[in-house]
């Protein structure tokens, strides 16, 4: 028996989380939802996926277009087992009594806070915890990103002290409002960042100051990791570790990859649909241990897909008996996961 | 028997040939050529291309990278029925005593002169007339899409005048040296521009002046075309027209559509390789008829893709006796061309 | 006896009147006004222009910060004798009423309908027709650079059609908010653009098409101009007229211009000041005159400033007895106005 | 008797040295050079700048163009009692010769290595060190800007390690060839960046690490500075020391600047030639403590500008008796720098 997704709002992170959904052998799509028709309604009708909208007035937009619709999103809701809320930041809360009312299980993205869900998941920390919850908050690109790579050494090396900052992307490539169009905005221009704390939402036991800003920008952010080690360690034992975590990427040197754009460019090359990188890029050649026990790197985070294989881990973790690594498993050999060079 | 083709220079445009050639069931890719390592070359090897090296001393560039070298470009050249030269602007004029020595048929691209061939290609136009040539030049991406919506409205309504401004990408997607980063710049600052010219090297007839200028983004250049047409037409009547024409996409206002960047999200939403578009993106909604005679529209041309099913239609073209239509057919099945909404 | 004007709204057109009005031998700054508090609010303490507020609940975040409030924007308009209202669009028409309570003549910017005032201004057009006027509407910063060059052309040939595209800057150098950052956006979708219409409220008789894009940049929009003559002339004849007008510039070949970022620099370079280009820049090397009646021109308008000495004109063709030619003579002298070259 | 100063190459830095000096009571231009002709040599004429050229084979395109040449450039190191060398990086070295051949000083910019003069000048730390030789380098604008508040807080609380990351404008306002467009760009791809050991040309002591990426910006880079004290700190202490060199803005916080672009356009409103900010741009608002003894801190540093000053003392170092605070004292009197609010 397979596991019944909806998918509430079918943007950037919902229609990748659906399409990942859709392959993977123990769930399936419910419907998926829209406010306004525009050019993801064909998608999801080419899919195959239910259309459900918020306010049945819009209807006729969407039907002379040729795109039926299904129902309401309370008629979705009562179909699935499972909701995945990739509403925009604020509306998932607003969401919350439906779901309560309906006893249906939701998913929240980064952009809801953690006092939302009250747990804050990664498929690397803290899978096991996510069961018999209705309620899980899966982190933000750039916090899952973070999560990976510190984790992965503190639990080998030992972590003192991470100090982050991240030069993140002004908007999605399909997106022609946002901006800056020739400016670095400091975001916040406070310091630290939010993201250390958020960072702690899953790891509370590590000490991270962060700080962010904006830079005009499509696809990727770029963060410079700082981790003050609590013992020696080597560069080489740093790219052992990475190379022992299928969503932790590590690009060689021979690729001559060296910006978020010929990256980006590599994920079209081989296939990835929408050009998507669900591991963390880090750069190979980028990794470094200066004076015994701090480690650098750099490393791109593909702001739209890095959470899309942890929302698909996550409904497994909630609503199914599947251990961790059998999950990770399972979702990335169902996405056709070929290590990147 | 299939046709044997060989690709000079795996970049932009030649791994998309590549691609393409390797899905038709008459044609088989014998080898694809690069300068030097990079992440290119796995994806050649991923894709099964054997690779050949212009100069073997990089041999060992690529063979510690994992990546075996068939042998030189010389080697390729012997192997093939026809080579499609996708080297850099000039390098394929330097190719061609090359090509003549082993008595290979090549294609080359837009940026070589038309003089290099003294026939530039148009799949729509002059298919029949490439048969039996050695040299034939596939007219660059902007020529490419001018040529489709001129030659459409000229032959069923009739063309007394064109004026077209050509808004152009600075760079490709992967090209991390190429600005402006926040310039409008003229080029040519002269008018008209070379670009009338040279859709005149496929319509001899059409008389037509050009301006363009070149902006900071990635995806796509823009034109704006205005056509003084011999008799009076309807907008509903171009429609129409252009809906006959596989490669001309019109983008319905139902898609919400209305700039480059949603144009790409949408091929890659629609799983097109690459996200790319070989048609023109004819924007419906602008297709205007003033004063009775005067036809105005937006489209949008894919720098990186247009030319890529012209590329597999001249070989064909060049190298069997398959006629325009057919294989025009063949070229889009095979790539699974669907209609953009 | 000096023209007391008041300044409502002191953003990217308000203050940059407000330094040309205060340069004036014969008008006075009586006051500027501000929303909230920021950077401008230093810069108009430091120039010496008594700064008032519409909301006095915020009086204390300026006076913390060190700048004194001189009243509302009522104690203003009642200290003037003319308003440039440089508010955001839209706001303009709210304001009305409060001109026409204290009888005040006010002028407004192009983001405001023609409908607003029933009277659009061009100081080469028809200055004297803004005498006794309350209000005047000076046009955008596109439609003033467009008809500058189609009303000089217009009066010494005559002009039969013009057909314009203008590719404009997605948001201002200091604007962090808007986009796009790597698109090319067509706005309006449709065809012809509103900015034909804009032109013919203050030249009626010219029949004009148009179309427009935005693009990611912050300086200067650049317009393709073809104009259809209505008897032959030569590139020559068209340069000629262009260097008798001031407020056309013509940026000439052995400066090596040829983009807007390059412009910019030149401007700054000689001193002019926040960089304005007061002039349209039209790139000598650009007009062209194809098949004897056809003219063909690139121009620069930058949108921050060619509407700055228009306003002040207006202010004396409202509410003095200079005519346009020392009008314009005066207004280019108290700038220090040298020619581009 | 005034210090006689050639300016070899009259380009961004150039220009803006050849400015700051001619206002200077103790100095004056002697001459300024240039390779080719453009709209600089129009510059440098209306400024009165004796205009040199290196090969008088291009006399005839300056000429033409109005624009008289003094002679060669070796006429014009003849003049000079010391050079200012703001060639491209790399010429500086093959200059060296001429300028050793003519016993005339030169000061080399921050693209030349710091051996090709064996001291690395920043006003605020070696200034005395400066007298009686015969070649110094003033430091990049990157490293002028982390050595200004490095420097301040080691003098005042003692640092321990600096961390820093910089991120980079991808090319200047005028240059219309560089990228990227839409990338984030990893330079150097390696870590740490050779920025750290260009602050120990200057500072030897200082343990730094530095990494550094370019962005699709043309304003100022942006700076996060870590450093970890020698003993526990106030964020009040650091401001109060900042606020006492006058190389060191305060942006505060009333004046809502967060970004790059936003400076700029304050840095035009209050009249700074070329929109320049001589001195690091540090946001007050940023400036933050963390664990008592970690200083964490953004700053703007205007890649054209901060070199400006440093050129002009360094010249008073090498070749007159005044002292360091003196020299810094007249240098910003006579350009009249205000104080950033």
Not at 54 to 79: C, Q, S
Not at 84 to 95: H, Q, R, S, W
Not at 219 to 248: C, D, N, W, Y
């Amino acid at each position: 028996m397979t596991i019944k997704v909806a998918i509430n709002g079918y943007g950037t992170i919902g229609k990748r989380v659906a399409d990942a959904v859709a392959c993977q052998p123990d769930m399936e799509i419910v419907g998926v939802s829209k406010t306004s028709m525009n050019a993801d309604a064909y998608v999801a009708k080419a899919r195959g996926y239910p259309l459900y909208i918020a306010d049945l007035a819009k209807r006729p937009d969407f039907e002379t277009a040729g795109v039926p619709i299904a129902g309401t999103v309370v008629d979705m809701i009562a179909k699935a087992d499972i909701v995945v809320d990739a509403t925009p930041g604020g509306v998932g809360l607003k969401n919350k009594p439906m779901y309560e009312e309906h006893g249906v299980r939701a998913i929240y993205q980064g952009g809801e806070k953690h006092a939302t869900t009250g747990f804050s998941f990664n498929s690397s920390v803290n899978y096991d915890e996510a069961k018999g919850r209705q309620f899980v908050r899966v982190v933000s690109c750039n916090t899952t990103g973070l999560v990976r790579v510190i984790n992965e050494v503190d639990r080998a090396i030992g972590v003192e002290k991470v100090r982050a900052v991240m030069v993140r992307r002004g908007g999605d490539p399909g997106d022609i409002k946002r901006g800056p169009i020739d400016a670095i905005v400091l975001d916040p221009v406070t310091l630290p960042s939010h993201h250390g704390p958020d960072v702690q939402s899953v790891l509370p036991h590590i000490n991270i100051t962060t700080g962010a800003m904006i830079v005009p920008t499509t696809f990727m952010h770029m963060h410079t990791v700082q981790m003050s080690l609590k013992r020696p360690a080597t560069r080489e034992q740093v790219i052992e570790l990475f190379r022992g975590h299928s969503r932790i990427g590590l690009i060689n040197r021979a690729a001559g990859i060296k910006s978020s754009a010929e990256l980006k460019e590599h994920m079209q090359d081989i296939g990835r649909p929408r050009s998507d990188m669900w591991e963390n890029g880090v750069f190979e050649e980028s990794i470094s241990v200066v004076d015994g026990t701090e480690l650098w790197l750099f490393q791109a985070i593909h702001q739209e897909a890095d959470v899309v294989v942890e929302n698909v881990d996550a409904i497994r973790a909630m609503a199914s008996d599947v251990p961790a690594a059998e999950s990770i498993r399972m979702t990335e050999q169902a996405l056709g996961f070929v290590a990147v060079k």
